[in-house]
Structures are given as C-alpha cells and as structure tokens.
C-alpha cells in the first residue's frame, strides 16, 4: 500500500523560506503525476505544483517564480521548495501521488496528511 508522509512546514516570517519534503512508502509501478496542494481555511483544496505525466512540471501562477518542485535522488521523496514566502501561502500543504501499483491495479489516488505551514510576522 503507497503512502505519503509529508514534513517540512511550521511557522515562517514573510519573505522567509520553508523546504517541504514527501516520503513515498511501498511500491509503485506507473506513477502519472506526483506534486502538491494546498488548502487554506475557507478555501478550496488548489494545485500548487506538480510533476506531470510526460516529464513536465506545472505550477500554479500564484507561486511561480518563488517555489521549485524537485526529485530526491533516491526517487521516493519529492521536495517543495519555497521562497519569498507571503501571508496568503499560508495553508496546509498535502503531497498527492495519481499512479498504479500494479499491472492489475487501476490507477489510484493517493493523499498524504498534510504539513501545516504559516506565514506571519
């Protein structure tokens, strides 16, 4: 069974920085995208950035330029890195995986529980 286990978040003054990690646990074959959402208090749960299908990444428009979505070299994590951080990044961040775990498996989706992350001074 694939699980996610998301760390990283906590409390950070704007302008500040925060590098989210995501652990992927047990096996999977085919993964389609693997990236990050937000939800902030009020708001619906948002893409924030993503590796897609195809080797390509997609962001949303709020944080380009300022967050970067990487690969661990041991390929089971995925980072977030975060800069130039602002009041309104503030939410929970969830690590999401759409992929098969087998060939007789459909394809699935998979949540982690969620790093909070706060932006205040």
């Known amino acids: 069974q694939v699980q996610l286990v998301e760390s990283g978040g906590g409390l950070v003054q704007p302008g500040g920085s925060l590098r989210l990690s995501c652990v992927r646990s047990?096996?999977?074959?085919?993964?389609?995208?693997i990236g990050w959402y937000r939800q902030a208090p009020g708001k619906q749960r948002e893409l924030v950035a993503a590796f897609i299908s195809g080797g390509g990444t997609n962001y949303a428009d709020a944080v380009k330029g300022r967050f970067t979505i990487s690969r661990g070299t041991a390929r089971n994590t995925v980072y977030l890195q975060m800069n130039s951080l602002k009041p309104e990044d503030t939410a929970v961040y969830y690590c999401?995986?759409?992929?098969?775990?087998?060939?007789?498996?459909?394809?699935?989706?998979?949540w982690g529980q969620g790093t909070q992350v706060t932006v205040s001074s």
């Open positions: 047990g096996s999977i074959l085919l993964i389609n995208e």
């Open positions: 999401q995986l759409v992929g098969r775990e087998n060939l007789s498996s459909r394809t699935n989706d998979y």
